[in-house]
């Protein structure tokens, strides 16, 4: 029994840490949503901000330890892990690359008819 006490209290302490990690992430993203640093917001890399880039990224750290935590993937075989984690990578990075390249387009025909707020 006192194993299994154990084994409860160091599931309970990882769960405080992941829970730790993604609120400090979420925080930072408010953060940056809010305030919207102008070296960050007005500099381009690859066609949008250094910004959104960094939502990006915080975003996908996050669906990193919410899958891997809490959906038990570290308890997975290899394969299954590189198979979903690697996928879902490769969508997101290709999502992401057309939401850009649409955004892009749709900013340069709008571009001289509307007047943008930013």
């Not at 996908?60 to 198979?83: P, Q």
């Not at 979903?84 to 490769?90: D, L």
């Amino acid at each position: 029994m006192g194993a299994h006490a154990q084994e409860h209290k160091s599931h309970k302490k990882l769960i405080w840490k992941v829970f730790g990690i993604l609120s400090i992430i979420t925080i930072v993203e408010v953060v940056l949503g809010i305030v919207k640093p102008e070296a960050l917001f007005y500099t381009k890399i690859a066609g949008t901000s250094i910004l959104n880039i960094i939502f990006l990224v915080l975003t996908l750290v996050k669906a990193y330890y919410i899958t891997w935590f809490f959906m038990h993937m570290a308890d997975e075989t290899k394969s299954l892990r590189r198979s979903v984690v690697w996928t879902a990578v490769f969508l997101i990075i290709y999502l992401a690359t057309l939401l850009l390249i649409e955004a892009s387009y749709v900013n340069d025909v709008l571009g001289p008819l509307v007047k943008w707020n930013y």
